[in-house]
């Protein structure tokens, strides 16, 4: 599948979100660099994830939110300082690497466990395990600190500057969320990523030719766990520490809502998608009714499904001059709600 877009998309692209925190005036620059921006990368890391196994593994996770909470939560417990310190003692440069260590692993089981359903079937089965490790740490005093959850995760301190001071987290963010953006693009070229389309699109066929089909898929849901782990840490760190609520069945529905308002046909409408709930969620009590949220979005939801079933991504790929974004195959609609 051809990703490339063209030169002056991409400019946009990559100006647009480098130049912003400068050009603001400083209050202005805060709100936008850590209530819209910063936010929509790292949920939208996390969408990534999701929008990498529709795209190019022909399924639908429900449960990537909760490995991006496994990344979390893995870092909260080891990190000093995060309150209750449960273990603690070690610093972030240790911390976080074991977290993402344990989201990569969790993908794994989860793709051993769920590789081999279809369909709704794979969506239940994800959701399943999702609602399974969220009550697991509701439930669970001593190593989860149950509903409170825990907090006083605020990142390490770089050159003397507090992680989560907005412009060093806001380009951090930026920096973390353009290399997996360029890894996903440059992971899909290679071997391993061809051999993946080809079992999305003919599992069968893939399988005569001597490829391990479910071995291949499971290494799928391990580079989207790595993926998710990768906005789990963040999202923890944004949010100065992560509960139960945070991974539960709202927060792997937002995922997918990001995802497919975005567009399940380019790895970019997990960003698009992601800033456009950021910015709904933010001014929704300007908008209409801060405690009807849910309303607001399912409505865009509705408008832009019935628009463009493939996301804001489609309607881009209507525009001239960047129709170099790719055009799904006729059966990629059908296909990213289940498996290849």
């Known amino acids: 599948m051809n990703a490339r877009l063209s030169l002056p998309a991409l400019a946009v692209l990559l100006a647009a979100p480098l130049l912003l925190g400068l050009v603001l005036p400083q209050a202005q620059a805060q709100f936008w660099t850590v209530n819209i921006l910063g936010r929509s ?170 490829y391990d089909v479910a071995l291949h898929r499971i290494a799928a849901f391990g580079v989207a766990g790595f993926i998710a782990g990768c906005g789990g840490v963040l999202t923890t760190i944004y949010n100065i520490g992560i509960s139960p609520g945070s991974i539960g069945l709202g927060a792997s529905v937002n995922i997918l809502i990001i995802s497919v308002i975005g567009g399940l046909g380019h790895p970019a409408g997990a960003f698009v998608g992601s800033l456009i709930f950021a910015v709904f969620d933010t001014f929704a009590a300007s908008l209409y009714d801060r405690d009807r949220f849910n309303t607001l979005i399912g409505l865009v939801f509705l408008g832009i499904v019935l628009v463009s079933p493939d996301g804001i991504v489609g309607l881009v790929r209507r525009i001239p001059g960047l129709r170099r974004l790719p055009r799904p195959r006729p059966d990629a609609a059908p296909r990213a709600a289940g498996t290849g």
């Open 41 to 210: 990368l790292v949920y939208g890391i996390v969408a990534l994830s999701l929008t990498f196994l529709a795209t190019y593994g022909g399924f639908v996770s429900l449960a990537q939110m909760t490995v991006a909470g496994i990344a979390g939560y893995g870092v909260a417990i080891l990190v000093e300082g995060a309150v209750p310190g449960i273990v603690g003692g070690l610093p972030y440069g240790l911390a976080v690497p074991a977290g993402l260590l344990a989201a990569t692993l969790a993908g794994l089981l989860i793709g051993a466990v769920a590789v081999r359903t279809r369909d709704i079937y794979l969506l239940m089965i994800t959701l399943a395990l999702a609602m399974a490790v969220s009550r697991l740490a509701e439930s669970n005093i001593d190593w989860f600190n149950g509903y409170e959850g825990i907090r006083n995760v605020v990142g390490p301190t770089l050159f003397g500057v507090p992680f989560r001071q907005p412009h060093l987290f806001y380009y951090a963010s930026l920096a973390a969320a353009a290399l997996l953006y360029a890894g996903v693009l440059y992971l899909v070229r290679t071997p391993f990523g061809l051999v993946l389309q080809a079992i999305r699109d003919n599992p069968r066929r893939a399988a005569a030719l001597g």
